[in-house]
């Protein structure tokens, strides 16, 4: 019980309903999700031990929060793991797997065509997952999925703050990424993942300054 209770506060946390420094009291917890508050007390201290949740001595637990340095250390990891993950996938890219990545892209496109940035966000994670899972490669996801789960709140922050045009842009930057990807050169696929998660860096960096 424990980790689904930790999967539903870990969602929360990511789709913004426990925002960053949100205190987050255990029977509090416990009946919004009708169940006792032992199991919420095991999930916290498993999203303590991600870093999704911070425990503050005599305050209690709260969301984490995240500094700009942290940022920039959990982009620097992400960046090698991504680049690892896109050329795992061109090994394995085939013409279903390229219309199936595409059919993704074109949705979020136009979602974000229609200003709908929730179904943007979904769709991008969709994506991402994906790709994940074509790599192949179960350490991996495991890893790059923690990393941008630690980002996932901020990520939606910083994407929920787009205008139209710049929400679009978002959307397409998927479509060149995953041209490159298809286009089945390493370097070129690894540059592109590279700048795709330091766009996404430097927006969350942005909404953390207060220059967004």
């Known amino acids: 019980m424990s980790e689904d209770v930790a999967g539903r506060i870990r969602a929360a946390i990511s789709d913004g309903r426990y925002p960053p420094n949100t205190r987050l009291v255990e029977r509090r917890i416990a009946a919004e999700l009708g169940v006792s508050h032992i199991p919420v007390r095991e999930a916290l201290a498993r999203l303590v031990d991600e870093g999704l949740v911070e425990h503050q001595p005599r305050r ?8 700009p340095l942290q940022v920039e250390e959990i982009a620097s990891l992400r960046t090698l793991l991504e680049e690892f993950v896109v050329v795992r996938v061109q090994q394995r890219m085939t013409p279903a797997v390229k219309a199936e990545l595409q059919r993704v892209v074109d949705a979020m496109v136009q979602a974000a065509e229609r200003g709908n940035s929730a179904r943007v966000l979904e769709l991008d994670q969709r994506f991402h997952e994906r790709l994940w899972a074509l790599a192949d490669h179960a350490m991996l996801v495991e890893l790059v999925g923690h990393l941008r789960g630690r980002l996932a709140a901020f990520l939606r922050s910083a994407t929920t703050t787009l205008d139209s045009d710049g929400l679009v842009e978002h959307a397409r930057s998927h479509q060149l990424l995953l041209d490159t990807i298809a286009g089945g050169k390493p370097a070129a696929a690894k540059r592109a ?3 795709h998660v330091a766009i996404a860096t430097d927006r969350v960096l942005a909404t953390l300054t207060g220059d967004a």
Do not use: S
């Open 193 to 195: 993942m590279a700048a």
């Open 60 to 67: 209690g637990a709260r969301v984490a929060g995240l500094t």
